[in-house]
């Protein structure tokens, strides 16, 4: 499907909860994405894992592209591989429209940045939660998203780090407003007001979703949660 993402449209419809499909039943993703459209979402959050960077491995291209077969909704690629920019045009091609890239492997994201935006994409930043904010802020007003992670990445279900609270917060002040500022790693009933507290306004959430029997009831609840007023949730 051909997606034209804009970022100003879904600024203007933050707080965003971004489901994770790391936590979806792989075995139906058809019927998971199509209940996701039905409750409301208006992103996807798709975590590529390459055994290097972090300790597991989830999936890859031809999974993206099985993935923009069957929905519009924008695509966003979290990179969690020690060498994204072998990869940027591949997942473009395959139907990303974010990329992010890791501030651990690339301390100087602007080149890849460059890249991502030739390809006709955006472009994100992220940091694991050891990694000083500082390493972050002199690129946020080049990235269009700045992703704060709130767990080791790797694995869907840990346990909320507040260490990315007060990354966040500085995340906010020095970026411009047009930035969705994310944050990725056990958000849920618990967490996703602290983080949107400090500033996020795209919430990335894998089993506190998609683990839940009601997923509509949950969806909007964590809406609601992060901030959002009724009338925006569907
Ligand atoms: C972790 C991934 C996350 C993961 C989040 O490495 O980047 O996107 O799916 O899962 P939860 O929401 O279960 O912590
Ligand atoms: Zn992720």
Known sequence: MNVVLNISQLLQSVPLVNPSLLAADFA???TVIKQ???VGAQILHLDIMDGHFVPNLSFGVPVVEAIRRITALPLDVHLMLANPEAFLSVFRKAGADILSVH??????????????????????????????????????????????????????????????????????????ADK???????????TIALAAQAGANLF???????????????????RRQAGANGTHCQ
């Open 204 to 222: 990335v959430t894998g089993t506190a979703l998609l683990g839940k029997p009601d997923v509509k009831a949950q969806f909007q609840r964590l």
């Open 28 to 30: 139906d993703l058809r």
């Open 180 to 190: 969705l500022i994310s944050v990725d790693g056990g958000i849920g009933d618990e």
């Open 36 to 38: 996701l459209e039905e």
């Open 103 to 176: 501030i651990e492997v690339l301390p100087d994201p602007r080149p890849a940045f460059d890249t991502i935006r030739k390809l006709g994409a955006a472009a994100g930043i992220v940091s694991n939660p050891p990694t000083p904010v500082e390493a972050v802020l002199p690129f946020v007003n080049d990235a269009d998203l700045i992703l704060t992670m709130s767990v080791m990445p790797g694995f869907g279900g840990q346990s909320f780090n507040p260490v990315a609270l007060e990354k966040i917060k500085r995340i906010r002040s020095a970026a411009d």
